[in-house]
């Protein structure tokens, strides 16, 4: 069984040393399984990093780098799938609920091998699914779509102010003006600026639903007898507008969060793109000044996150309690990871699409009923390429030579043992931006097209932190004659690649 965040920082999790933000669900879950400390993503945006988990594959091979290439369109014929795997092992169901790939619409032969596949946007179906589909019901009071002015009632007039936008937009597209509105572009969406109180209860929330309908999945799926399944589940909370409950925004106080230390007039020679040219995409996006940062609002946008984070838990639990009621906790393999990491402020940036840490790492727990090290940390280093192959240990399936992970199982029987040297990352900004994070360093090579470091093209950015010494990486180390050594080795890692940092 597979659940998998939108957004959740590792950072966002008491287990993952937060001692403020309240996730009681995850942080007992923790205790019965194996959690990792350095898990990595290979894209710090949805679409990237889902289509990795989903194939084993790298960017540069499903040549997925964005949240605007189509899965079905750029990924090459043949390339593993995760449905079609898993779906070879005798007698499987697998099922799907919320999230998964980042739109089904654009993915729909990576829903091939799936039986069941419930989803709670109508409109974004993948074509041709031979399984049974299954639409969440809308509940009374509760948001349709996007465009629907009941879409996420916190804030009734930007919802009016959204809807008057979009009504302005099409009557001028309609006399014959150029598209040009900023709605219409990734994360630059109004309602992203959403904060806090989300008008809704937990069990109208989409979250809410999907965690109980998983509830009621597992209770079905306890029943078969002819044998093992594979749920996958997506949840949303974590990512914009971040809007919870009210008992859950009342858990956190504005006025007691503290913002971050790592601001952007104590970095030091850090690239501007590496700080995205000054830019947000998603939250404080610039496009409606009433609504630029501040210390008021960015409290309240660490403290909105942080009730995401408690409701997101909650859903969690609810799926955890079914496990246990349902009699599979001894025989359920449970994988629980975000897609990526969330910006929380740290060098002027917000959300997600960067090559620091907060956006890279993620969380990553695991519990095999069978395994040794279960209640145990792992502080060796993994990526969310290296789940698939994983998956295919669990089931003892054999792994696809395309494979560009490794399985971590024998990590949930010795986490100790030497693993990875290295996790690799890219984020397409300016061109694409391409990062190698060891225990102690991170160098990253920022270029104007998505030319590999192998090929000898010029790098117009380059960044080395130590963070040993310097972990919110404020301080680029890239001239620093102490460090050559070690830049020159981590320039050829980054050039060899991913293959070369492989356990040994």
């Not at 079609?84 to 697998?94: C, F, P, S, T, V």
């Not at 792994?399 to 992970?405: I, T």
Request: glycine residues 8%.
């Amino acid at each position: 069984m597979v659940i998998s965040i939108e957004d959740w920082s590792a950072f966002a999790i008491g287990a993952y040393g937060n001692e403020i933000v309240k996730t009681p669900n995850v942080d007992r879950f923790a205790e019965t399984g194996v959690t990792f400390t350095r898990a990595y993503c290979q894209g710090p945006v949805c679409n990237p990093s889902r289509a990795s988990f989903v194939t084993g594959l790298r960017p540069d091979s499903t040549r997925v780098y964005g949240n605007g290439d189509a899965m079905d369109k750029v990924i090459p014929e043949g390339a593993p799938n995760m449905s079609e795997i898993l779906a070879q092992k005798d007698g499987a169901y697998l099922a799907t609920t919320g999230k998964i790939v980042h739109k089904w619409g654009e993915a729909a032969r990576f829903a091939r091998g799936y039986d069941f596949l419930e989803y709670s946007h109508p409109y974004d179906v993948p074509e041709g699914f031979e399984g049974e589909i299954r639409f969440m019901a809308w509940e009374e009071g509760g948001p349709r779509e996007p465009e629907d002015e009941a879409y996420y009632l916190a804030d009734r007039e930007m919802a009016r102010r959204l809807r008057e936008a979009r009504e302005e937009r099409d009557a001028k597209i309609a006399a014959g003006a150029e598209d040009s509105w900023p709605l219409r572009k990734p994360f630059q969406q109004l309602h992203a600026e959403q904060l806090g109180d989300s008008g809704l209860s937990a069990e109208l929330m989409e979250d809410g639903r999907i965690a109980r309908s998983a509830a009621g999945l597992l209770e079905e799926l306890a029943q078969r007898d002819e044998g093992p399944f594979f749920l996958s589940l997506g949840f949303y909370a974590t990512h914009t507008p971040l809007l919870a409950p009210k008992e859950y925004v009342d858990m956190y106080d504005p006025e007691d969060m503290e913002l971050s230390s790592a601001s952007v007039d104590q970095d030091v020679n850090v690239p501007s793109v590496a700080r995205r040219n000054g830019r947000n995409y998603d939250l404080f996006n610039g496009f409606y000044p009433e609504f630029a940062p501040n210390p008021d609002r960015e409290r309240k946008a660490i403290a909105s996150y942080y009730a995401c984070a408690s409701f997101v838990d909650a859903q969690i639990g609810i799926v955890l309690d079914a496990i246990e009621a349902n009699g599979l906790a001894d025989n359920t393999i449970v994988v629980l990871f975000s897609d990526h990491g969330f910006q929380l402020g740290e060098h002027g940036m917000w959300s997600k699409f960067s090559l620091f840490e907060q956006s890279t790492r993620v969380p990553l727990i695991v519990r095999d009923p069978r395994a040794k090290a279960n209640g145990q940390r792992c502080d060796e280093i993994v990526e969310l390429v290296d789940v698939l192959p994983t998956l295919c240990d669990f089931w003892g399936l054999e792994k696809s030579p395309l494979f560009e992970g490794v399985s971590f199982a024998p990590l949930l029987d010795d986490p100790e043992q030497e693993w990875k040297e290295a996790a690799f990352s890219m984020i397409p900004i300016g061109g694409l931006g391409r990062g190698v994070r060891t225990k102690d360093f991170r160098y990253s090579e920022w270029r104007k097209d998505k030319s590999h470091p192998a090929e000898g093209t010029e790098a117009v950015a380059r960044e080395f932190y130590d963070l040993t010494v310097d972990p919110l990486e404020q301080v680029n180390r890239i001239d620093d004659p102490l460090y050559q050594e070690q830049i020159r080795y981590l320039e050829r890692m980054l050039r060899e690649g991913y293959r070369e940092a492989e356990p040994k």
